[in-house]
């Protein structure tokens, strides 16, 4: 059983274009996160829901909207797309607000073109 | 500057060799210290964690963190081609969700 599941696991698509990456996670933690990975693997944290309340949002446009219909669902959706967007983007959970152990889904990698 | 600074490598080293990866931070207020491995294409996974200074083994992997300097190290033992992956150091503030991470060191090991 796949702890972290993101889908799709590949999107290319146009810009201007909105698209969504949904992840589910069957761990039963709490806090789940969305992270962008770039060109040089640089890896940084958008988005950190805690039992369905936003805790982090580090500065991500406003075309970035996560959405948490419950605990074990966090989705992203992105409006108006752009070249800057392609990166490889990561779905996370914890076990608890400030766990240190956070769980990875297998990425969900976007092209803009 | 970055908060979390790391050697993108790519580090080449054969089989058997003994490794050495380490991250330098700015931040004092870094309590908790983890190292992710990343295969390509895939998600990074917990390898080591450590809660303020010391060392800390799990078979052939050990961290060290040493606050005072603000470096942290991750050792391999017998280096394995299966170790070649992205190797990312990760720390945080006690209380605070967020995981800051390092750019992550590229390790080759040959057969």
């Known amino acids: 059983d796949t702890a972290v599941s993101q889908t799709p696991k590949y999107l290319v698509t146009q810009m201007g274009n909105d698209k969504s990456i949904k992840c589910e996670q069957n761990?039963?933690?709490?806090?789940m996160y969305w992270y962008k990975q770039d060109s040089k693997k640089f890896l940084k944290i958008m988005f950190s829901?805690?039992?369905?309340?936003?805790?982090i949002n580090e500065t991500v446009p406003n075309r970035f909207s996560p959405k948490s219909p419950d605990k074990a669902h966090l989705n992203l959706h992105i409006n108006s797309l752009e070249l800057g967007d392609s990166a490889v983007y990561f779905c996370?959970?914890?076990?608890?607000?400030?766990?240190?152990?956070?769980?990875f889904g297998q990425g969900t990698r976007l092209t803009v073109v | 500057q970055k908060e979390v600074e790391q050697d993108p490598g790519p580090l080449s080293v054969p089989e058997g060799a003994i490794v050495s990866l380490n991250c330098t931070y700015s931040n004092s207020a870094f309590q908790y210290f983890m190292w992710y491995r990343q295969y390509s294409r895939k998600g990074p996974e917990l390898l080591m964690y450590t809660y303020s200074s010391g060392n800390k083994e799990d078979g052939r992997f050990t961290a060290q963190v040493d606050k005072s300097s603000k470096y942290i190290s991750l050792f391999i033992r017998d280096s394995q081609p299966s170790d070649s992956a992205t190797y990312l150091c990760a720390m945080r503030r006690t209380g605070f969700q967020k995981l800051v991470f390092g750019t992550g060191t590229r390790l080759l090991v040959s057969p």
């Open positions: 829901y805690n039992n369905k309340e936003l805790i």
């Open positions: 996370a959970s914890s076990q608890e607000q400030g766990n240190t152990e956070a769980f």
């Open positions: 761990l039963g933690h709490d806090t």
